[in-house]
């Protein structure tokens, strides 16, 4: 899970992992950071990073989507394996 310190510490074209997702090699997908950490005054927990997948995909990750992702690769590369496993 990306927490929002953690989200603020993001820089340009860091790589983030998918701890749900994994392509044919069993490999976590990969999401690099694509633009600027957006927060809001009104409402300090809620934030959003906007990031690219593949060539053309791009979303924005935030409090909603977070526990989806991390940061650490060897996190991601367990949950791949454990879904591989099943």
């Known amino acids: 899970?990306?927490?929002?310190?953690?989200?603020?510490?993001?820089?340009?074209?860091?790589?983030?992992?998918?701890l749900k997702s994994s392509d044919s090699r069993g490999n976590p997908h990969r999401v690099r950071v694509n633009g600027k950490l957006k927060t809001w005054k009104r409402d300090t927990?809620?934030?959003?990073?906007?990031?690219?997948?593949?060539l053309r995909d791009a979303f924005t990750l935030s409090p909603w989507n977070a526990a989806d992702f991390t940061l650490d690769l060897e996190e991601a590369?367990?949950?791949?394996?454990?879904?591989?496993?099943?």
């Open 1 to 18: 899970m990306i927490t929002k310190t953690q989200a603020e510490s993001i820089s340009y074209r860091d790589e983030i992992y998918s």
């Open 45 to 54: 927990e809620r934030w959003e990073l906007p990031v690219k997948f593949g």
């Open 77 to 86: 590369q367990a949950a791949a394996n454990e879904r591989k496993s099943k």
